[in-house]
């Protein structure tokens, strides 16, 4: 081989390698950290596309809305829970340790990002609640199809 | 009327950029002098053209004409004027006027100041920056117009600006940012137009690196002042999310840096033309993506304006006719190209060239963690969302090579370097940087962890590197004092861009390692400590701006018994949207922050109330601006600002081997 071509040679692999490796590492970060997204009524009934149901102790996120009057506060910390619910039967309760989003509301679509500890309970470390008006996850918007009474809590 | 000139002009700015594309590659192609100086008349019309239609959309945010829909929906007669003026990129409509704009002035940038260019290579530059200013409008016109009215029913009053944006940062965040998106269609120009011309040779380089250069620098800037925005607006001292629009501004960031490194190669060695060419293509390609994915509304992100699918399809159609034929056209024309310089296996050459493998591996783990969670959902399996701990360990891994060869990778020399020769100039700098860090962590960090070690020992190995390589340099021929005042821009400028890198880095590493968070519940009179600070909360009073009510909570900040600062952050409600807001305090030093932010009242009439010790945060965007102010250094450089042609002096003067370890040090 003329030194050109190994210099060439070397360039190439030294790309592929790199390459590979970055996508390797990639792919291995990567599993650990995929949250897939559910709606109350998945977590306990399966994915409406494959029917898997999520297992406790798994990361994932949930979107729905606050149900109306479940609202719990600690009175010594910043705990608090809540129930969120969809268009379908699913109810599940979210637990968190913390200062709740601005947009928080009883009767709004929130997303929150946790552990599940029990069949229908989330130990949530962040929630997230929708940014303005016009702006929802679509996830959420699809999981709320049908509900009405987004609207009317606007004007409080 | 005013906004059916603003209207009007817009569609003139459309033809003619679409003449400017036409005619002067027209008169490229037949010899025709007179359509080949054309090429700059339309590019200065053009500009007249869209200015005008800025400058009206602009004054009529002024007068608040609500007749316009775009105005009424996003700016209320309530607003400050400096508000009202900034709300013209405030959304959708404004924001592409603003792109198309700064489009324009880059181009009549090129057109005026490329008098020591050949007329044809202007020509076709000029042309290929007409022809994506072309389909801009088209968008602009077609889908997003700013002037539609409201009429004849129109509003008395508007619906306001989001609070989120009625900021400094909106005044300035943007405008950097775009400059720094659109900039890189000059560097895409002068790509298109060396392949068609079949010409790729260092002056090519030499041409382009200083338009590259100045775009990057905006986008640097723009990206440190939206990360800096972000922290102390959103209320939750975060500086950097992974979100999806960052991570569009973050990849042509990337690309945009490997390509100045690669322009450097490809100027001085004229090795790596090819692979320069592709990055010149990738990164403004990356912007365009970034557009793509923020307008679309296709990604889930606190940016996304309100959606439409038929924009979303315009601009999908759009990219993938500008990078599918970008692509075509240099798969046609790249095998033309030669290189001609050889180097060794340790070289400069070869340094530069990991350095840019880091930064695209580093680019494609955000283009994998940006667009996977859309693969997932169309291809049927689920929404998913990839966490930062995703994008914080692949970062953490990727870092440390990139940071080793930036401390030393500029003491290697062109073409062939002697490794012998590099083995007191490392153990050096091994030994110095590491008592740096030794001291640094000794004086600022409570307890050691393995990366907060790692992170400040990388920083100060690029730091220690940078300072010996001056040192090294000035003193090769002859007393530093009097060597260092010869060092070129330049070099500053490399100087200046590393040092910033590494700062960046020490003030990742500690904010990440040693902040301290506290979400507590404070009723008014309690207190609470940390780390010699006390933050007592004295009282709530309610306080009014222009456009919104606030409470605001009191907060008197102790170190070591001694008060040394009152804080007060605020609860606020914007009159029109309804919409409550969070205003953080911020304690702002060069060693650390202090950080409060009002959650909400609780029941029994305590506070939600988030108190954060952020130390040395401020390094994070000092970083970038020194990296921008090497950017600047270099752009002042003597052989791209004279008009002279003295390439031939500066080149041999560049291409001097770096005076380096053995017998010449």
Redesign the interface.
Known sequence: MN??RK?RL??TS??IV??S???G??LF??Q??????YTPDEIING?N??GIKPEVGQRL?VGGMVLNGSVQ?D????KVSFDLIDNKAGQVTVYF????P???REGQGIVA?GVLKSRNAIDAFEVLAK?????M???VADALKGMDHLKTQ?S? | MLPEIGQFSLILACILSLLQTVYPLYGVHTGHQGAIRSAKIFTILQFVAVATSFVILSYSFLINDFTIGYIATNSNSALPWYYRLSAVWGAHEGSLLLWVFLLSTWSIAVALMSKRLPIESVARVLAVLGLLAFGFYLFVILTSNPFDRTLPYFPIDGRDL?P?LQDFGLVIHPPMLYMGYVGFSVAFAFAIAALLEGRLDSAWAKWSRPWTMAAWMFLTVGIALGSWWAYYEL?WGGWWFWDPVENASFMPWLAGTALIHSLAVSEKRGVFKSWTVLLALSAFSLSLLGTFLVRSGVL?S?H?F?SDPTRGLFILGFLVLVIGGSLLLYAIQASKVKSRG??Q?VSRESVL??NN??L??AL??VL??TL?PLVHKEI????????E??FN??FT??IVPFALFVGVGSLFRWKRQQLNDLKKPLTMILILSALSTVIFLFTFAPSLTWLAVMGTFLGFWIIVGVIYEIYLRSTHRHRFSKGVMKLGNSHWAMSFGHFGLAVMIIGITMTQNYSIEK???LAVGEHIAFEHYDFHFDQVKPHNGQNYTATMGVFTVKKDQQAIAVMEAE?RIYTV??????EAAINAGFTRDLYIAM??Q???GAW???IYYKPFIRWIWLGPLLMAFGGLLMLCDRRYRSKKDNIENSENSENKPAPVGGSDA
């Open positions: 030194p050109r210099k070397l360039i030294s790309l790199g390459l490796v970055a996508i590492l990639t970060a990567l650990q950290n995929i949250d897939l997204f994915k596309e494959t996120r506060r009175p010594e910390s910043l340790d913390g200062i709740l601005d947009l928080f990002q940014h303005d008006e016009e702006y996850p679509p996830e606007q409080n | 989001n989120l209320g889930v606190v996304a309100a050889r180097y296996l060239l990991i493998i880091l695209i591996a494609i783990v994998l963690g996977l049927g399996l689920g929404s998913i969302s990839i966490g701990p995703f360990r692949m891994i990727l979400d507590v519940k609860k949207q309804r919409m409550p807001m969070t959650g909400e609780l029941p029994d939600a109330v988030r």
